[in-house]
Nanobody, 121 residues
């Protein structure tokens, strides 16, 4: 079992910054790709950014140049630095972590509970 916990959400004015943190933990598992998703009211959950263990990143077009994803593999922790925030970034942000069970190599998709980010205009 892998636990995924997000933190760092909050209320910020447009143009401001926030940093989200996601920590994944679980004995007998290694953490593979990690990513951030978000879901605004009345909309489907959408990918924001992802990062591999090797540091390769992908971003949604809507956040390129404003958000930066990073991770600390030793701590199985991922970060999302969000700058120049816009009201349309308002959403619940979810952490996703793919885990691999040692020995069997079976893969699991793990999700956090989400953290609210609200950007006021």
């Amino acid at each position: 079992q892998v636990q995924v916990v997000e933190s760092g959400g909050g209320l910020v004015q447009a143009g401001g910054s926030l940093k989200l943190t996601c920590a994944a933990s679980g004995r007998g598992f290694s953490i593979n790709v990690m990513g951030w998703y978000r879901q605004a009211p009345g909309k489907q959950r959408e990918p924001v950014a992802s990062i591999t263990t090797g540091g390769s990143t992908n971003y949604a077009d809507s956040v390129k140049g404003r958000f930066t994803i990073s991770r600390d593999n030793a701590k199985n922790t991922m970060y999302l630095q969000m700058n120049s925030l816009k009201p349309e970034d308002t959403a619940v942000y979810y952490c996703h972590a793919q885990s691999i069970r040692m020995w069997t190599m079976q893969r699991y998709e793990n999700w956090g509970q989400g953290t609210q980010v609200t950007v006021s205009s």
